[in-house]
């Protein structure tokens, strides 16, 4: 098996910078339409031997170093008992939003074996045939991204409610958060006991808040979170989308792979994190639509800054998008290979 | 009139922190409801007796230190030439957006005396009414903004096809910013010649770029607007949203003041910006629905920091939120002044 992104990640000198990309599988391939014109986005999620036939994809299409398990940073939200929809035009929906205690009282904390046993299925599926490939990274979104979910009901622009909830109603907020901390702790362990070989939390939004805010109201439960799964002993990568001005918190998490979005330099976001955690980043996703010539020059840069680092694993600062031409993403991945091999 | 607005961009030592809010003219406000229940947006910018009146309903109300004309940032993109339409549900709409050469070519430099003459006779009706108040701060979007949404045809998320045009035609996309940079240097020049004593770039969307996009497709043009504006000798402010990543490159603007958003400590934003240039920020306007005790400890922070600036104009991080209790807005504008009296 090619085990130099787990390698990497535990901050071993490698012979070349693995590359993965976040949504390497999904609507930009031909291969991952032709399985969703069958089925919809969260049937596919929650169907096994289809969810791991995407994951599996760009593993051979692309020649990244990792796998990445086809899921939704929901799921787990949606076995807490919400109910989940995703609509083509405003993405996922919950129609009845969290604004007050017994909405909280009423969400369970799934236990992942019964709620979600897909996802445990998926991931065992995968680990048999990855099994001469890439190590599997499984995930899970962090607490304050999946609860600006819950509290808007969707997405949202400036997350009032979330910020509302915070600021008038802490006690309200934390309950929240705990629960949420208590159910991604859980989930995650069992990916881990399914076979899932590295884990990346997402914390999509936390950019979104200023650093005090940060630092108080997001940083603690994915602290928690990161220190309850390191007994597991695998890498643990903690991507924070919009980074750059919360970076000095988020260096305290205790994740061994920090990933960074593409808006601040790799080389001021490494000097910042120091010498302890790995980086994981970070060109901007629309790069991705330059000619090959531009890629490889951009590529050629964040790799040589990448080298002052504990260790550095490639990848996107935020996920692929979906009109990506594919030619492009595999010329990436190549470039990546080809120009970091020593 | 009190002028420590003015003093206080100017680096000179002053009495207290002066104090304006992006949109303190808005929704927010019953006043600007009442005005706004007879006419829709774009006709309200149009008619400079009411845009006058609703300039000044927050001076009277709030007690800020100066006062924004009330207009919007793509006015002189619709005098270019590019039909606009404020929807209720999408924001701003241009149904044909720039995507070729004759697009362009089409757009015309306009003269704002003939194209725009009703933001000239606002400024001037404020300038008469504002006389023993505060001073009149004019406008303007930066160029990179403006091109997205010209490019986008509106609001956008990923921003895919300004930065495809950037990164697939450089020279078309060149083209388009030297004409807004144009039309925005003669624009801004004229709202100086009618009486305008300060003047706010607004780079809405410029944190949406990695540094280097910034500093090669971004920078330069608004550094040539505020290069031909400074021979006026007024103050110039260069506002940059998701500022944290670029603040070493926002920096060489040559702009008197810098304001920056919420999503970095402003203690951080100045030692990057160094000891030249005044700060204007910092506050998350979702800070305002914290307690009026709440929202105090933040000013307090946020004046012990930006005490070691060359100077330092308080402000919120983005604008004023629609639905922000106006008394929290009022308590904020007493707190800094207060809080920072000397």
């Known amino acids: 098996m090619n085990d130099i992104f787990l390698r990497a990640c535990r901050g071993e000198k490698v012979e070349y910078t693995p590359v993965w990309l976040m949504r390497q599988a999904g609507r930009y391939l031909p291969q991952y339409q032709a399985v969703r014109a069958n089925i919809d986005f969260l049937a596919l999620c929650k169907t096994p031997e289809l969810a791991a036939e995407v994951t599996i994809q760009p593993v051979d299409i692309l020649g990244v170093d990792a796998a990445i398990l086809f899921s939704d940073i929901l799921i787990p939200v949606e076995a807490m008992g919400m109910q989940l929809v995703f609509s083509d035009k405003d993405g996922p929906v919950f129609s009845e939003p969290i604004r007050n205690k017994s909405a909280v009282d009423r969400l369970i904390i799934p236990d992942a074996e019964v709620d979600m046993p897909f996802i445990l299925e998926s991931i065992k599926i995968l680990r048999e045939k990855l099994k001469n490939k890439v190590p599997l990274i499984g995930f899970s979104g962090a607490p304050f991204t999946l609860a600006t979910y819950m509290i808007e009901g969707g997405g949202s622009r400036h997350f009032l409610q979330t910020k509302k909830m915070m600021f008038q ?81 988020v260096k305290k998490s205790g994740a061994d792979i920090v990933g960074i979005d593409w808006r601040i330099d790799i080389a001021d976001a490494i000097k910042k994190l120091g010498k302890k955690v790995v980086v994981q980043g970070n060109l901007d996703p629309c790069a991705l639509f330059l000619s090959e010539e531009d890629i490889e020059e951009r590529v050629k840069d964040i790799l040589w800054k990448g080298e002052v680092a504990r260790g550095h694993v490639f990848n996107l600062g935020h996920g692929v998008l979906p009109e990506t031409p594919v030619k492009n993403v595999i010329a990436l991945v190549k470039a990546v290979h080809r120009l970091s091999h020593i």
């Not at 006690?171 to 990346?200: N, P, W």
């Not at 914390?203 to 109201?217: E, Q, V």
Request: overall charge positive.
């Open 169 to 249: 109603n802490k006690r309200l907020f934390d309950y929240l958060m705990e629960k949420l901390t208590a159910t991604l702790i859980l989930y995650l362990s069992a990916q881990v006991k399914a076979g899932a070989q590295a884990l990346q939390i997402f914390d999509t939004w936390a950019g979104m808040l200023s650093p005090i805010d940060y630092k108080n109201f997001a940083l603690p439960y994915v602290k928690k979170i990161i220190y309850e799964l390191k007994r597991e002993g695998l890498p643990i990568i903690y991507f924070v989308n919009n980074c750059a001005g919360i970076l000095h918190e």
